[in-house]
């Protein structure tokens, strides 16, 4: 069965400075889509990044790269240069190709906070 | 920009009342879905639907129902409220291609009390 998992509750970053927030995940589908998702203190779910299963190189978006080691089945975000706005709390996701309805299984979030 | 709403940021009911969350989303998407997040379980998919009047179980379904009339409009259904369902529910649309991102409403609060 598929399975997110992320080890952190949480972190604590100095502002400035880069962090890793680690994601591991286990399908059998060859075919499958990572994502990160980022929840302020409002509770608004929003999307980061996106890796595909096949793609070649690692997805990044501005401030936002996401290391993905297909043999390890690990798909970590890195955030460059801390913001304070970057504290919030942070969801892994990943969905199979299969089936085709799009569902989404969640990791159960890391929140980060962003020290001054 | 995609928009999801949802009715209601906080709603509070009594146990066995019967509870409507409505969210619309003005996309055009085909799927929507509704989670629940409670603190250190992420969230977890309750129902889906990636048609009008199609509907889909997810991982949590126990104590809830859904429906779909409209495209752009999808309700859960609490049938008879009970204090385990506090949390927060998180309504989400996406277009049909796998590769979409799915994109959420701002969530509700229910406490049942």
């Known amino acids: 069965a598929q399975k997110i998992t992320q080890t952190q509750p949480g972190m604590f970053v100095q502002e400035k400075e880069a962090v890793t927030l680690d994601c591991t995940y286990d399908t059998s589908d060859p075919s499958y889509g990572l994502f990160w998702y980022k929840q302020p203190s409002s509770g608004e779910m929003i999307f980061l990044i996106y890796?595909?299963?096949?793609?070649?190189q690692n997805a990044t978006e501005g401030r936002y790269s996401l290391n993905f080691q297909k043999a390890r089945k690990s798909a970590n975000l890195v955030i460059s240069a801390s913001q304070l706005g970057d504290s919030a709390m942070y969801f892994c996701?990943?969905?199979?190709?299969?089936?085709?309805?799009?569902?989404?299984?969640f990791g159960q979030g890391t929140t980060l906070q962003v020290k001054p | 920009d995609v928009k999801v709403t949802q009715s209601s940021r906080y709603l509070v009911k009594r146990t066995g009342e019967k509870v409507f969350l409505e969210c619309v989303q003005d996309?055009?998407?085909?799927?929507m879905f509704w989670y629940r997040q409670d603190p250190g379980l992420g969230l977890r998919l309750i129902y889906f639907?990636?048609?009008?009047?199609?509907?889909e179980k997810g991982d949590i379904p126990e104590g809830y129902s859904v429906s779909r009339e409209k495209k752009e409009r999808f309700s859960l259904i609490l049938e008879s409220a009970s204090t385990n369902q506090t949390s927060m529910y998180l309504c989400?649309?996406?277009?049909?291609?796998?590769?979409?991102?799915?994109?959420f409403g701002p969530g509700t609060r229910l406490t049942v009390t």
């Open positions: 996309m055009d998407h085909e799927n």
């Open positions: 890796q595909g299963s096949y793609d070649q």
């Open positions: 996701a990943m969905r199979e190709v299969s089936g085709n309805t799009g569902k989404l299984i």
């Open positions: 639907s990636y048609d009008v009047k199609m509907k």
């Open positions: 989400a649309s996406s277009s049909e291609g796998v590769w979409y991102e799915q994109y």
